[in-house]
């Protein structure tokens, strides 16, 4: 059953704190039919330095079921620092480890890596209210079928102990993400198992990609 589209976009660079920063955005929103059941439309904006070295700004504007947020992340880099506010209203800054990246940066720092089987990713992640740190495993190189199209993928794990929502209710609950074997790391296949069921995310089609190179 089709359930929604999400739509991956790196945008021009933009300026923010008086630096230059990737623009990646990321869009879903649920089909007609699961409108009727549980509306989605969810809208995030990510901004990292040029160096792909940590994040400068984080925004969520979510709406799922009857739940809505406007979340902003405002990274003090001075400070060290980073501020959630939902709706305008404010929580206490927490501090940060060196070099945090937000939870959509994180995946564009691990594609510009060279990937390899039993290689181990980990770097700092905050949401806002929180600062971990984020690992993901490369499980093995495989080929895959996606749409009729073979493609030769790198198969990611990464580590969900401290996702909320229906994740920490599922014990095991895990999400595993295919992206391409070569310079592009495209994304083609996301498959999760929690409580309330499972997905499968399958890619539709790509354009405009150019390499993502760590500085």
């Known amino acids: 059953m089709t359930v929604g589209e999400a739509v991956m976009e790196v945008f021009p660079m933009k300026t923010l704190h008086g630096m230059p920063a990737y623009h990646f955005s ?6 007609p039919f699961v409108d009727f059941f549980y509306k989605v439309r969810d809208k995030i904006d990510a901004f990292a330095d040029t160096g792909m070295t940590k994040s400068v700004h984080y925004q969520q504007n979510q ?28 929580r206490k800054p927490i501090p940060l480890l060196p070099d945090t990246f937000d939870p ?16 181990v ?6 949401d806002g ?10 499980i093995k190189r495989e080929k895959i079928r996606v749409k009729g199209k073979s493609y030769d993928t790198f198969l990611l794990e990464p580590r969900c102990e401290e996702i909320r929502g229906v994740f920490e209710k599922s014990p095991g609950a895990k999400v595993e993400v295919w992206v391409t074997a070569d310079s592009y790391k495209i994304p083609v296949r996301v498959r999760s198992k929690v409580i309330v069921g499972s997905f499968i995310g399958e890619l539709v089609s790509a354009s405009g990609t150019k390499s993502i190179v760590t500085q």
Not at 63 to 90: H, P
Not at 121 to 126: A, G, I, L, N
Request: charged share 30%.
């Open 26 to 31: 990321v869009t879903a929103r649920s089909t």
């Open 63 to 90: 709406q799922e079921g009857t739940t809505r947020r406007e979340i902003v992340v405002k990274f003090d880099l001075k400070k060290n620092e980073a501020e959630y506010s939902d709706f305008g209203t404010r």
């Open 104 to 119: 959509l940066s994180v995946f564009y720092f691990a594609r510009a890596q060279q990937l390899e089987p039993g290689m």
């Open 121 to 126: 990713m980990e770097k700092p992640v905050t």
């Open 129 to 138: 209210k929180r600062c971990v740190i984020g690992r993901a495993t490369v």
